[in-house]
């Protein structure tokens, strides 16, 4: 987002004022910096897709096939600890019709659509593909 609206831009500079003023002056921000949606994009665009994100901690996730899920955005993902025992971050949706994969967390050996049932395994390479072998190519 490269531009955002006149009430996106009037909560800013309130914020960048607030800033510049010592902590003994400084007053709370408006409660709608927190539900601006310029302002969720800007944090998204800005921030968000720029920075590391924490989803959890390791020990949450400890055995081969443990998972939770969450989003950066708009985009589900799944971290998971692997048969080798790596933890990897991978996209939550089958590729076949983007269908959510899982939600919360868990324990899987594999993942399966829930649409038509396209299975993945535990480093996000498509295993199975029911039904596709009637497809030409």
């Not at 939770?68 to 708009?74: H, M, N, P, S, V």
Request: aromatic residues 6%; proline residues 7%; neutral net charge.
């Amino acid at each position: 987002m490269t531009e955002t609206s006149s009430r996106a831009a009037d909560l800013l500079r309130r914020l960048a004022d607030n800033a510049q003023r010592p902590a003994s002056a400084a007053v709370g921000l408006p409660p709608q910096i927190y539900t601006d949606p310029d302002i969720l994009r800007l944090e998204e665009e800005r921030i968000f897709a720029h920075e590391w994100l924490c989803a959890g901690l390791a020990a949450e996730i400890p055995s081969p096939g443990d998972y939770l899920t969450f989003a950066i955005g708009t985009q589900p993902i799944i971290v998971l600890r692997g048969a080798d025992g790596a933890i990897r971050g991978l996209s939550n949706v089958c590729r076949h019709r983007m269908s959510r994969l899982v939600e919360g967390r868990g324990t899987a050996r594999v993942f399966s659509c829930p649409y038509h049932a396209w299975t993945y395994d535990l480093t996000g390479k498509l295993i199975g593909a029911p039904h596709m072998t009637r497809s030409e190519g």
